[in-house]
């Protein structure tokens, strides 16, 4: 089958803008042009989008996308280098989660300073975001 930019877009709900990007950054292939020059593309770009789009989901960065991209195109390798990916986004992830646990835990206290029936310029919120002295730790 035979996809236009648009289509691909519809498809995968990745933004035009976006699909040049991964052009121009080598992730998917120059696609062929017609001859009225619209970009034309094949069911495994539009499989290989899908893909980079998934794992930008998951949060991975464009190296990891670039690198399992690269594996995909070796079916017989193993798949130890794909398994470390996943392992380091998955401890990013759970660094995240610390540091926003973290957040909510000082929101929670700062919000819960304030009955909001004090003037402005006593406002425990507004004291607790100018001063990071004021937070409980360090988030």
């Known amino acids: ?9 519809r498809q995968t709900g990745v933004k035009i803008p976006t699909i040049r990007y991964y052009e121009k950054e080598g ?23 899908g893909f980079i789009k998934h794992a930008r989901d998951l949060g991975l960065p464009m190296a990891a996308i670039r690198k399992l991209l690269e594996l995909s195109e070796h079916p017989d390798r193993p798949c130890e ?7 380091e986004q998955l401890a990013a992830v759970r660094r995240r ?6 957040l909510e835990s ?33 988030h």
Request: glycine share 8%.
């Open 106 to 138: 000082e929101l929670v206290r700062i919000a819960a300073s304030c009955d909001g029936h004090q003037q402005v310029a006593d406002c425990n919120v507004l004291k607790a975001f100018g001063d990071h002295g004021q937070c409980r730790g360090d």
């Open 27 to 49: 992730l998917l292939a120059a696609p062929v042009r017609s001859e009225g020059n619209q970009r034309r593309y094949g069911e495994a770009d539009l499989d290989r989008l």
């Open 81 to 87: 280098d794909a398994n470390r990916i996943a392992i």
């Open 97 to 102: 989660i610390s540091h926003l646990k973290k």
């Open 1 to 9: 089958m035979d996809f236009s930019i648009g289509d691909m877009s």
